[in-house]
């Protein structure tokens, strides 16, 4: 499967941000989704996750009740929406799907890897 990540950009804090990551050549519902980020100097971190149905989701501590995925299997796409923006979200944030179809939270439990869109949140 192939992912194309898009929707970062540079905002103020408190703002919102909708990532959106196209998904193409399997059956996109087959596959469970998760949203990673990556700042400065950091390691890759997991951020939230998906089941192949959309029933089941899972969000790091640091970004619950602020951001949400969601996913349209019908447009093979999966959403984070990202609200009340803090300049500690930036980062590169990349869209990863799982063969195994459920919630996953480990960069080892991801097989297919989108390129990465820039969050930029300034103070």
């Known amino acids: 499967v192939q992912l194309q990540a898009s929707g970062g950009g540079l905002v103020q804090a408190g703002d919102s941000l909708r990532l959106s990551c196209a998904a193409s050549g399997r059956t996109f519902s087959n596959y469970g989704m998760g949203w990673f980020r990556q700042a400065p100097g950091k390691e890759r971190e997991f951020v939230a996750s998906i089941s192949g149905g959309g029933l089941r989701t899972y969000y790091a501590d640091s970004v619950k009740g602020r951001f949400t995925i969601s996913r349209d299997n019908a447009k093979n796409t999966v959403y984070l929406q990202m609200n009340s923006l803090k300049p500690e979200d930036t980062a590169v944030y990349y869209c990863?799907?799982?063969?195994?179809?459920?919630?996953?939270?480990?960069?080892?439990?991801?097989?297919?890897w989108g390129q990465g869109t820039q969050v930029t949140v300034s103070s």
């Open positions: 990863a799907a799982n063969s195994r179809g459920g919630i996953a939270t480990m960069i080892q439990g991801y097989s297919y």
